[in-house]
């Protein structure tokens, strides 16, 4: 079993800062990209950012330059530092994980449970 727990959403005022944390756990043997996602009501899941096994980041325009991922691939943690906040990146953020189980489970994707994320103008 896989699991991806998150924490660290939360309220936050327009241009304020917030962290979130995803914590992978379980038969892990490998983990490839991690990223987050975020849903607000009435859209598609969008890609906010993804980080590769060899710390290469991206991210969706809208936050690039206040957004930064960072890995720690001995812990199998990703953390999300939102700064400069805006009201738009209100959403539920998910973490999402491409593990490859041990003991012979193969290759698949995990999300976590989601975690809600709030600014207020």
């Known amino acids: 079993q896989v699991q991806l727990v998150e924490s660290g959403g939360g309220l936050a005022q327009a241009g304020g800062s917030l962290r979130l944390s995803c914590a992978a756990s379980?038969?892990?043997?490998?983990?490839?990209?991690m990223a987050w996602y975020r849903q607000v009501p009435g859209k598609q899941r969008e890609l906010v950012a993804r980080i590769t096994n060899l710390d290469a980041a991206d991210y969706v325009d809208s936050v690039r330059g206040r957004f930064t991922l960072s890995r720690d691939n001995a812990k199998n943690t990703i953390d999300l530092q939102m700064n400069s906040l805006k009201p738009e990146d209100t959403g539920v953020y998910f973490c999402f994980a491409d593990i490859v189980t041990a003991g012979f489970g193969g290759r698949n994707n995990f999300w976590g449970q989601g975690t809600q994320v709030t600014v207020s103008s």
């Open positions: 379980g038969s892990i043997f490998s983990i490839f990209d």
